[in-house]
């Protein structure tokens, strides 16, 4: 009786000090909110349970509870992403279409506070609590945009940092160096913030096109999703060295970062985790999502993943497939 006790503690033990890596990721719902229109970018804002995603021409804020539409805020052309400054009730809104643009709105009304003048194709935004800065980027523009988020949402401007490539998405370290995908160079331009000069260049082989990225400030990394080939890179914040690469589905065009694993979402309806055991990252799982499913945003509070896509209707010569009305989803990621 008493070797039975020892073995089932000994058991009960080794379970407790399991990793979290040991839970598998599943796709455990999928919601259907109203609303046409394409998408992009997806931010969670996880105090509120509610995550914004790009529709094109509006941009919608949506329960993560429920997939209930909150809110639509309208009047963009070609909308990417959406950066949240709580401190100020305030989101940014990348709007590409035309000259481009950044819509800011009230996080608590929902209404439009202004439109600042930017750069043609403005695309990826995030908000650095470090240097608290707005940072931008322009694909067609070949530029980094800042701010500071109190900026006159009528009459501000912007500061523009020329970086000799087609930028897709960025990533700040919170001490004002940031990192940005060039993904028509192959390349990860590091920018000096408090100088506003690129410091460095470093290439993403044997990745290729850089797309999707998020950061691990802790361990001074940056994770990287590229395209021909498809490729995770995993690249030290300090050196450029690359870690580690390791096979994507195809079609990336988002990474997240949480406790250790990194999450690459790609067009073919693949979800791939990636963990570090012992020194070397592998990856641990790859989650069927649903075609078209190229973006996320994360939780990461409740640890859920939110991948939107929709049903595509053939495509005309010289277009782009258009979303089949009715059919956007939310594809709901969990761990079990």
Not at 80 to 106: C, E, M, Q, W, Y
Not at 297 to 317: K, N, S, V
């Amino acid at each position: 009786m008493r070797k039975c006790s020892i073995a089932l503690l000994a058991l009960t033990a080794a379970l407790v000090c399991l990793p979290i890596h040991a839970q598998n990721w599943h796709v455990t719902t999928t919601f259907h909110p109203d609303g046409e229109g394409g998408w992009d970018y997806v931010t969670v804002d996880a105090p509120n349970h509610r995550l914004f995603v790009t529709r094109a021409t509006h941009t919608q804020a949506i329960d993560t509870r429920t997939g209930k539409v909150l809110a639509d805020i309208p009047g963009q052309i070609r909308s990417h992403g959406v950066a949240l400054v709580p401190k100020l009730n305030r989101g940014f809104i990348t709007d590409g279409g035309g000259s481009g643009a950044i819509l800011v709105f009230d996080l608590r009304t929902y209404k439009v506070l202004g439109r600042i003048a930017t750069m043609p194709d403005s695309d990826g935004i995030i908000y650095d609590p470090g240097t608290d800065l707005v940072l931008a980027v322009s694909g067609d523009g070949d530029a980094l945009m800042s701010f500071h988020p109190d900026i006159d949402p009528n009459n501000g401007k912007v500061t523009t940092i020329p970086l000799g490539g087609s930028p897709e998405f960025l990533a700040a370290d919170g001490s004002g160096k940031l990192f940005i995908n060039l993904a028509d160079k192959d390349l990860i331009a590091v920018v000096d913030l408090h100088s506003n000069q690129v410091t460095a260049r470093w290439p993403t082989a044997p990745g290729g096109h850089p797309t999707g990225m998020a950061i691990d400030p802790a361990h001074h990394r940056i994770f990287i999703g590229c395209r021909k080939p498809e490729k995770l890179i995993v690249m030290s914040t300090q050196t450029g060295k690359v870690e580690a690469s390791l096979p994507i589905g195809s079609g990336n065009d988002a990474v997240r970062f949480d406790r250790g694993q990194a999450f690459a979402s790609c067009r073919d309806g693949s979800l791939t985790v990636i963990g570090e055991k012992s020194g070397q990252f592998e990856v641990e799982q790859t989650v069927k999502t649903a075609d078209g499913a190229r973006t996320m945003g994360l939780d990461r509070t409740t640890q859920q993943i939110f991948l939107p896509t929709a049903e595509m209707l053939p495509a005309q010569p010289g277009h782009r497939p258009e979303p089949k009305p009715g059919s956007f989803a939310l594809v709901v990621v969990s761990q079990q």
